[in-house]
T-cell receptor
């Protein structure tokens, strides 16, 4: 089983839709969680960190469920510019290794 | 300010040749990572440098791969006797402090796209 698993998609949604991705992780000692965004042929860029209490940044909401070992990303009012691959990233407590998921591809359609 | 830079942006080489990839991290960042991303795959950890500590080379796929970081800043990843399976995008990232210490966001460079013919 992979340490970090994501549905590869693609998720094809119309503009204005709400879409949610989940990411599961296998190591219960995981401490830090992130969502990165990667555009085609570009480097990953931090979208948001994920905090235990959940956090929101504009149209984006991230949630952490430690009991079930998953994190989620909700995007409201999707824009064409949201089309990208969303990478789930997990870091284990006390280590420097970041484990990246293979990403979920989102296509927002006009 | 300046972000992480990498050079070259693209490299095409013949099987069996050696290649050198360079990474300039953000000034002041003590942690530096190299990753490899093959087409349609996730990021594969290769090596990690933290300050003056010995690097963690556990992710290097074979002894043909080596990396160094001079003066705690610029890093070079060297692949000797390249093989076709080495074709991938090699990404470098830096962060201000070590992971787990709080402020550990990684900032990525644009990558070097390596093609081995």
């Amino acid at each position: 089983r992979k340490e970090v698993e994501q549905d590869p998609g693609p998720f094809n949604v119309p503009e204005g839709a709400t879409v949610a991705f989940n990411c599961t992780y296998s190591n219960s000692a995981s401490q830090s969680f992130f969502w990165y965004r990667q555009d085609c042929r570009k480097e990953p860029k931090l979208l948001m960190s994920v905090y235990s209490s959940g956090n929101e940044d504009g149209r984006f909401t991230a949630q952490l469920n430690r009991a079930s070992q998953y994190i989620s990303l909700l995007i409201r009012d999707s824009k064409l510019s949201d089309s990208a691959t969303y990478l789930c990233v997990v870091n284990k407590r006390g280590t420097y290794k970041y484990i990246f998921g293979t990403g979920t591809r989102l296509k927002v359609l006009a | 300010g300046a972000g992480v830079s990498q050079s070259p942006s693209n490299k095409v080489t013949e099987k069996g040749k050696d290649v050198e990839l360079r990474c300039d991290p953000i000034s002041g960042h003590t942690a530096l990572y190299w990753y490899r991303q093959s087409l349609g795959q996730g990021l594969e950890f290769l090596i990690y440098f933290q300050g003056n500590s010995a690097p963690d080379k556990s992710g290097l796929p074979s002894d043909r791969f080596s990396a160094e970081r001079t003066g705690g800043s610029v890093s070079t990843l060297t692949i000797q006797r390249t093989q076709q399976e080495d074709s991938a995008v090699y990404l470098c990232a830096s962060s201000l402090v070590a992971a787990g210490a709080g402020t550990d966001t990684q900032y990525f460079g644009p990558g070097t796209r390596l093609t081995v013919l």
